[in-house]
């Protein structure tokens, strides 16, 4: 029996991966939670063999508690699961922590799969597997982000303020904003709704800004 963590802020998300698991058998829900602070503070988190953790948590951001969860239990297998489009979140998740990456676009026998061998698959596999997959042409302005400056981006993109992400990653907010100017360097841009449009233009964002 597997025993599996779930992490994700929208309860039908969660409902339906407890069913899904349920239905094919062998795995147990162990415990769930809808914000970043909830998997952080959780001790159900000492019970499960993987836990699945959706990027885009309310109170502390999936790319952070994946850190932070790293720092502290490197043994941990944690499987991603996020609507982000894997090409542009995959290689950075591995390389903050994460196992494995499943789109929320694919079918949920992926997730089975991906969670099933993450309990299973030594991390040194699963991880070089991700890492070797084949780069993209040509390097995008994206990609000379840090990995902090990254979860900037990504929070910011979503609407969230410099208060808002300083409170999420536990720094000051002058912190935040040298990572938003360097941000704004790296991608040519000179306010959030120019990095909106950019995240439109590079693949992160669903629906174009009006």
Same mark, same amino acid.
């Given at each position: 029996?597997?025993?599996?963590? $779930?992490?994700?802020?929208?309860?039908? /998300?969660?409902?339906?991966?407890?069913? /899904?698991?349920?239905?094919?058998?062998?795995?147990?829900?162990?415990?769930?939670?809808?914000?970043?602070?909830?998997? +952080?503070?959780?001790?159900?988190?000492?019970?499960?063999?993987?836990?699945?953790?959706?990027?885009?948590?309310?109170?502390?951001?999936?790319?952070?508690?994946?850190?932070?969860?790293?720092?502290?239990?490197?043994? +941990?297998? $944690? /499987?991603?699961?996020?609507?982000?489009?894997?090409? *542009?979140?995959?290689?950075?998740?591995?390389?903050?922590?994460a196992v494995a990456y499943v789109s929320k676009d694919s079918a949920p026998q992926a997730l089975v799969d991906a969670v099933r061998r993450a309990a299973t698959t030594p991390r040194y596999e699963l991880m070089r597997e991700v890492q070797e997959q084949p780069a993209r042409e040509g390097e995008a302005k994206h990609d000379q982000l840090t *990995?902090?400056?990254? *979860?900037?981006?990504?929070?910011? $993109?979503?609407?969230?303020?410099?208060?808002?992400?300083?409170?999420?990653?536990?720094?000051?907010?002058?912190? /935040?904003?040298?990572?938003?100017?360097?941000?704004?360097?790296?991608?040519?841009?000179?306010?959030?709704?120019? +990095?909106?449009?950019?995240?439109?233009?590079?693949?992160?964002?669903?629906?174009?800004?009006?």
């Amino acid at each position: 029996m597997i025993r599996v963590f $779930i992490a994700d802020d929208h309860a039908m /998300v969660r409902m339906g991966m407890r069913q /899904v698991l349920r239905e094919i058998g062998g795995f147990e829900v162990v415990g769930e939670a809808s914000n970043g602070r909830e998997v +952080l503070s959780s001790p159900l988190l000492d019970a499960c063999d993987v836990l699945v953790l959706d990027l885009s948590m309310p109170r502390v951001e999936g790319t952070e508690v994946l850190r932070r969860l790293h720092a502290r239990r490197p043994e +941990l297998p $944690i /499987v991603v699961h996020s609507m982000y489009p894997e090409e *542009q979140f995959a290689k950075r998740s591995v390389a903050a922590g994460a196992v494995a990456y499943v789109s929320k676009d694919s079918a949920p026998q992926a997730l089975v799969d991906a969670v099933r061998r993450a309990a299973t698959t030594p991390r040194y596999e699963l991880m070089r597997e991700v890492q070797e997959q084949p780069a993209r042409e040509g390097e995008a302005k994206h990609d000379q982000l840090t *990995q902090r400056e990254h *979860q900037v981006f990504v929070r910011l $993109i979503a609407g969230a303020s410099v208060a808002e992400i300083a409170a999420e990653l536990d720094v000051h907010s002058c912190t /935040v904003s040298n990572h938003y100017a360097k941000i704004r360097t790296k991608l040519g841009v000179h306010s959030v709704a120019e +990095l909106v449009r950019y995240a439109y233009a590079a693949g992160f964002l669903l629906h174009e800004p009006r």
